[in-house]
């Protein structure tokens, strides 16, 4: 058995940090203006976030799947056998089922899950089957392993630049305006309970009150005895996540990664969004 592991870059990784890890990588295509970057190839979060403040409305798609085929074609050549592929919920794009019949249809045997998510747990995962396949793990294992703990996962995330949601058609304009006015936050949830798909969780006012109640609500659903890695997350809101980090601690997080909101995410949210997520510590994986 030759096994590779394959992610895309929901996972926040870069290109070169992804090969760094032994994961082949998949950029997703963000779109602004006239111009379509891979993002983690040549989009970086920092040139979005200027984009972004520039009022730029980006989208985005799938990886081209020229390098989906590019990959299976050396993949033959090289004798793989098997792929652990970790991707973005597929409430949130249609990648996953994209890249796993692309590879299938080279003969390739597909191991993947629905994360029901993405950003800091993503990037959890594929750096945990990265470790896991390196220690010879089997691609069954390492799934079991990774399902088991995207089964008690969450996140949450707290959009600040309602404007932005209404121009990208997430939010209708009139209440985004009087979102404004009542400085009313919507908590966003994007889980196992939502499908993978986002939702309204909560709406509370004010940034920081949407903070609070977020991670009041992360250390309600912890399973005592259960160790977890704990993630916040901002597009340029260092205050919104300092709050986030101090939140997540009070909660009883011994430790809190914290990460720029990845660029395929931001594009939706807009800037000054905080999130805040976890997932249990997979057994076999340190990080």
Not at 17 to 43: N, R, W
Not at 119 to 146: C, D, H, M, S, T
Request: charged share 25%; net charge negative; hydrophobic share 40%.
């Amino acid at each position: 058995m030759n096994v590779r592991v394959m992610t895309d870059s929901g996972s926040g990784l870069s290109e070169k940090q992804a090969q760094a890890l032994g994961i082949d990588y998949l950029p997703l295509q963000v779109s602004a203006g006239e111009t379509t970057y891979l993002d983690g190839v040549d989009l970086t979060t920092d040139l979005l976030y200027d984009m972004l403040e520039k009022g730029d409305m980006p989208s985005t798609s799938l990886p081209p799947l020229g390098i989906v085929e590019d990959f299976a074609e050396k993949y033959e050549e090289k004798g793989v056998t098997d792929v652990v592929l970790i991707t973005l919920s597929s409430g949130l794009s249609s990648t996953n089922s994209t890249v796993t019949a692309a590879l299938q249809s080279h003969g390739l045997k597909v191991h993947t899950l629905d994360l029901y998510t993405t950003l800091g747990v993503e990037w959890y995962a594929a750096n945990a089957a990265a470790q896991l396949a390196a220690a010879g793990v089997a691609p069954e294992e390492i799934i079991r392993r990774l399902q088991e703990a995207i089964d008690d996962s969450k996140g949450f995330l707290i959009p600040e630049d309602l404007d932005h949601l209404a121009k990208g058609g997430r939010l209708t304009p009139m209440a985004a305006k009087l979102g404004g006015l009542l400085k009313i936050r919507p908590i966003l949830e994007v889980s196992k309970d939502t499908a993978g798909k986002v939702d309204v969780w909560d709406k509370v006012r004010t940034t920081n009150k949407a903070i609070k109640k977020a991670a009041e609500h992360i250390q309600e659903s912890l399973t005592p005895g259960k160790e977890y890695e704990f993630f916040v997350m901002d597009s340029r809101n260092p205050e919104g996540a300092a709050l986030a980090v101090k939140s997540l601690e009070e909660a009883g997080a011994s430790r809190v990664l914290e990460h720029a909101l990845y660029a395929v995410i931001a594009s939706h949210t807009g800037m000054n969004a905080v999130g805040l997520q976890y997932i249990p510590k997979v057994e076999g994986v340190a990080i």
